[in-house]
Antibody, heavy 119, light 106 residues
């Protein structure tokens, strides 16, 4: 079955960087896009952008340019989110999500990775 | 960017009630709307895509409708396990914005 398994929780200091991994299984990795979604504590869902797993081309939503980078290692069916110059307001759960069969809705969700930024 | 406005932000209903959540897009998006359910402390789950297509395995209590700018998610008979926050999302183009969410309580 389709599974997206993310790396574990991270505690980082302001100014540091973090890399979140998302390993996909149960389907051909390059067939479907991977989206990234952020959920700050007690808040709603925020679409960060997506990466074309066939070409490696990322697309970022406004507010997620510059410090946020999506990239792939297709040899291990894994997508990555890297955030640099972390700020307290980056504290959130980050989800990777596979696109759907019939369109770009969010079909299969990873379990989420909590990133906490605190001094 | 397309804005998705959900209403109400929250609602409380009794078990067995029919509940409807609305989502309005700031411009026409045909039927490129999905609905997600997020139970407390859990990962969001796809309920409906294409405005009205029920995702496999989702209870038939849930139904979606609408086209263009106005969309609805209906729970035909609210059950205790439906307590959750529900989100609409446009996926016609990037950015694939979410609505603000509707918290449903019993």
């Amino acid at each position: 079955q389709v599974q997206l398994v993310q790396s574990g929780s991270e505690l980082k200091k302001p100014g540091a960087s973090v890399k979140v991994s998302c390993r996909a299984s149960g389907y051909p990795f390059t067939t479907y896009a991977i989206n990234w979604v952020r959920q700050a504590p007690g808040q709603g869902l925020e679409w960060m952008g997506w990466i074309n797993t066939n070409t490696g081309t990322p697309t970022y939503a406004q507010g997620f340019t510059g410090r946020f980078v999506f990239f792939l290692d297709s040899s291990v069916s894994t997508a990555y989110l890297q955030i640099s110059s972390l700020k307290a307001e980056d504290t959130a759960i980050y989800y990777c999500v596979r696109g759907g069969h019939h369109g770009d809705y969010l079909f299969a969700w990873g379990q989420g990775t909590l990133v906490t930024v605190s001094s | 960017d397309i804005q998705m406005t959900q209403s109400p932000p929250s609602l409380s209903a009794s078990a067995g009630d029919r509940v409807t959540i609305t989502c309005r897009a700031s411009q026409g998006i045909s039927n490129y709307v999905a609905w997600y359910q997020q139970k407390p402390g859990k990962v969001p789950n796809l309920l409906i895509y294409g405005a009205s297509t029920l995702q496999s395995g989702v209870s038939s209590r849930f139904s979606g409708g609408g086209s263009g700018t106005d969309f609805t998610l209906t729970i035909s008979s609210l059950q205790p396990e439906d307590v959750a926050t529900y989100y609409c999302q446009n996926y016609v183009s990037a950015p694939r914005t979410f609505g603000q969410g509707t918290k449903v309580e019993i």
